[in-house]
Nanobody, 124 residues
Framework: VQLQASGGGLVQAGGSLRLSCVAS????????VGWFRQGPGEEREIVSC????????YYRDSVKGRFTVSRDSAKNTIYLQMNSLKPEDTAVYYC??????????????????WGRGTQVTVSS
């Protein structure tokens, strides 16, 4: 039972990356999946999430209009499409899954399955 995030890399400001979060051993369709990021010396913060109930989504203000989260049930994968990247988006990105209620979607502690992170570096 594990999650694996991938797709990070080095990109220039204004560029795009697509992160993937693949699950093995369980179905992501039964979980809310969140994308979090953590920069050096910073706390882990929610970037986006997609609910297993109705597919509703959430984005932090700083990424609205630039990032898109989506679910591919056939591939048991969640994607985070990141466009118009900025240097301040630089961080290690993690995906996490949990039976999360709407009032706690921004809390890392609400998610109990975590994958290893993938580094995203945006150069200016």
């Amino acid at each position: 039972v594990q999650l694996q995030a991938s797709g990070g890399g080095l990109v220039q400001a204004g560029g795009s990356l697509r992160l993937s979060c693949v699950a093995s051993g369980f179905s992501l369709d039964s979980y809310t999946v969140g994308w979090f990021r953590q920069g050096p010396g910073e706390e882990r913060e929610i970037v986006s999430c997609i609910s297993h109930v109705g597919g509703s989504t959430y984005y932090r203000d700083s990424v609205k209009g630039r990032f898109t989260v989506s679910r591919d049930s056939a591939k048991n994968t969640i994607y985070l499409q990141m466009n118009s990247l900025k240097p301040e988006d630089t961080a290690v990105y993690y995906c996490a899954a949990g039976q999360v209620i709407v009032t706690t979607i921004r809390w890392p502690s609400a998610y109990h399955k975590w994958g290893r992170g993938t580094q995203v570096t945006v150069s200016s």
